[in-house]
T-cell receptor, first 112, second 112 residues
Framework: GQNIDQPTEMTATEGAIVQINCTYQ??????LFWYQQHAGEAPTFLSY????GLEEKGRFSSFLSRSKGYSYLLLKELQMKDSASYLC?????????????FGTGTKLQVIP | DAGVIQSPRHEVTEMGQEVTLRCKPI?????LFWYRQTMMRGLELLIY????????DSGMPEDRFSAKMPNASFSTLKIQPSEPRDSAVYFC??????????FGPGTRLTVL
């Protein structure tokens, strides 16, 4: 089965750093994704981790520990436009295919 | 590339009517996903196709829901008969491993 957990909501201050955690328990694992979704829009891809460690891309970084079933998304120098939901997703290759399942998302509010 | 194309963007119908949602995936992508998003349940995977073949439909709520992919460039999700609890945003997404799903703009369905 699939179980992906994230905090429901977070609030952070403009200019600060915020870390959004994700824990997962899946039958198999072949990659973890983070997506950003603004209200009323479709999710858009942010990052992809398949090996342990930190992947950095500008103000956003994503970390993965496969042994712990844990990932986090780190957002630096927060801007008001970063207010959005952040979705963690896991690809499960069980059965030889590549199913992608999402967590319920973390709604981030950035305040001045 | 035009991205994933979905139609209609908005659909308002009455309980008991048939609803058909359409999706054109990105050319060259071999996986297609149908997701449903609600405030209560987040982004749920309904069905997943690989090379036009349905692989996992365990997320399809019940027999009222059906999905087809007659060729690599077209898929439909049909609800018959529709019920008010089917009201949600339905997303189609496509991908080519190892990349994650690219989402279409979604269809906002309201069943009265």
């Amino acid at each position: 089965g699939q179980n992906i957990d994230q905090p429901t909501e977070m609030t952070a201050t403009e200019g600060a750093i915020v870390q959004i955690n994700c824990t997962y328990q899946t039958s198999g694992f072949n990659g973890l994704f983070w997506y950003q979704q603004h209200a009323g829009e479709a999710p858009t891809f942010l990052s992809y981790n398949v090996l342990d460690g930190l992947e950095e891309k500008g103000r956003f970084s994503s970390f993965l520990s496969r042994s712990k079933g844990y990932s986090y998304l780190l957002l630096k120098e927060l801007q008001m436009k970063d207010s959005a939901s952040y979705l963690c997703a896991v690809r499960d290759p069980s059965g030889g295919y590549q199913k992608v399942t999402f967590g319920t998302g973390t709604k981030l509010q950035v305040i001045p | 590339d035009a991205g994933v194309i979905q139609s209609p963007r908005h659909e308002v119908t009455e309980m008991g009517q048939e609803v058909t949602l359409r999706c054109k995936p990105i050319s060259g992508h071999n996986s297609l996903f149908w997701y449903r998003q609600t405030m209560m349940r987040g982004l749920e995977l309904l069905i997943y196709f690989n090379n036009n073949v349905p692989i996992d439909d365990s997320g399809m709520p019940e027999d009222r829901f059906s999905a087809k992919m007659p060729n690599a460039s077209f898929s439909t999700l049909k609800i018959q008969p529709s019920e008010p609890r089917d009201s949600a945003v339905y997303f189609c997404a496509s991908s080519m491993v190892p990349r994650g799903p690219f989402f279409g703009p979604g269809t906002r369905l309201t069943v009265l």
